[in-house]
């Protein structure tokens, strides 16, 4: 099974894809998680990613394109996998296409209003291995703390409020028209992403299985 998971900002992406992955035991590749590795590592990479995703820009597609090229090609996603952030604009849509890594069977958008996104992103606390939260909706058992790692819980440095005005109107330019570019090949399942997160992943299965 080769999933896209396409949508805005804090649609809650991520945290269906973990979710999905295990239950159809394939890899959640995320690009945003992947480049967040490489700035903690201090790669080259990461240096030149770094100020684009403070400021809330896309990184050059020449970098993400070959970021993501070196995960597809483990062993472990000749089975299949759920890409989480990319693509993002049409060159990567065409990139992937034009890829030797074989056809995406569904494209799930997933839809959440702009109020719930704000909200999602001001109460959002991750630590530094990618387990996320939130305040209100699924806090940690200790604040402060994460549950599975005794990690230290912060705020992503692009989760502020002049950032994530500006993702979502990258979003808007650059990410919305793949919605047509999916729609045109059929790909495309829209899941209304609001409610309890277990309800969302049993809408996702059912529409990905049918
Ligand atoms: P990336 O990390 O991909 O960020 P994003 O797409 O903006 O998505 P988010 O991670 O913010 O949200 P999500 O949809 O995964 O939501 P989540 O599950 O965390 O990209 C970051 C940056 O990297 C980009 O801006 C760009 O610079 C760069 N980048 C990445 N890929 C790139 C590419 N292909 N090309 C170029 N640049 C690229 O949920 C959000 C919050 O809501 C959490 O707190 C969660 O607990 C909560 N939540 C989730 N579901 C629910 C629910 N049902 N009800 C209530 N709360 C919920």
Redesign the pocket.
């Known amino acids: 099974m080769r999933l896209i998971f396409l ?1 805005p ?8 894809a973990n979710r999905v992955a295990e239950a159809l035991g394939v890899p959640h590749i ?4 992947m ?1 967040r590795a490489h700035i903690a590592s201090g790669t080259d990479l990461g240096r030149e990613a770094a100020s ?2 403070e400021a ?4 050059p597609d020449a970098l ?1 394109i070959a970021v993501l090229a070196e995960r597809i090609a483990r062993e472990d996603a000749a089975v299949g996998f759920i890409l ?5 604009n049409l060159a ?1 849509a065409l990139a992937l296409e034009t890829s030797s890594v074989g056809t995406i069977d569904r494209v799930v958008l997933f839809i959440v209003d702009e109020d719930e996104i704000v909200r ?2 001001g ?2 606390r991750g630590c530094s291995r990618g387990h ?3 305040l209100d ?2 806090p940690p058992s200790q604040p402060g703390v994460c549950d599975v790692d005794g990690e230290p819980l912060v705020q992503r440095p ?1 989760d502020s409020e002049v950032v994530i005005r500006n ?1 979502l109107n990258v979003y808007s330019r650059e990410t919305e028209p793949l919605i047509d570019f999916y729609h045109d090949r059929g790909l495309v399942v829209e899941i209304q ?5 277990q309800h ?1 992943t049993r809408q996702i299965l059912d529409e990905v299985r049918a």
């Open positions: 949508g900002p804090a649609a809650g992406k991520g945290t269906q995320s690009t945003g998680d480049l684009r995703m809330g820009e896309l990184v993400v989480d952030g990319f693509p993002r990567q999602r992103i109460g959002r996320t939260y939130h909706d699924h692009d993702r992403a609001f409610g309890p997160v969302i």
